[in-house]
């Protein structure tokens, strides 16, 4: 089984950045891709970014130019660095990773993110 482990998350003021990372862990062949998605009270889990293990990105588009995804494939971890951080950035933000030869989708605990003065 995989485990995903988040950290990162915590309490800004707008403008200001925080980076969150992931850190996959148990039995798998490589990755395939890892990713972040966000949920806020009200609304559908949305796309803030996806990375595949060869370095290809995919952003949502409220997070474009602010927000930067990165993966170290050795450490089986992906980082988000979010910067210029605004109010409705606030949610609490999951990991996901996909594995090659695995049929199963992994999702990590979350963890939030609060931007408010």
């Known amino acids: 089984h995989v485990h995903l482990v988040e950290s990162g998350g915590g309490l800004v003021q707008p403008g200001e950045s925080l980076r969150l990372s992931c850190a996959a862990s148990?039995?798998?062949?490589?990755?395939?891709?890892m990713g972040w998605y966000r949920q806020t009270p009200g609304k559908q889990r949305e796309l803030v970014a996806t990375?595949?293990?060869?370095?290809?990105?995919d952003y949502g588009d409220s997070v474009k130019g602010r927000f930067t995804i990165s993966i170290d494939n050795a450490k089986n971890t992906v980082f988000l660095q979010m910067n210029s951080l605004k109010s409705e950035d606030t949610g609490v933000y999951y990991c996901?990773?996909?594995?090659?030869?695995?049929?199963?989708?992994?999702w990590g605990q979350g963890t939030q993110v609060t931007v408010s003065s």
């Open positions: 996901n990773a996909d594995f090659w030869f695995d049929a199963e989708e992994y």
């Open positions: 148990g039995i798998f062949i490589s990755i395939n891709y």
């Open positions: 990375i595949t293990s060869g370095g290809s990105t």
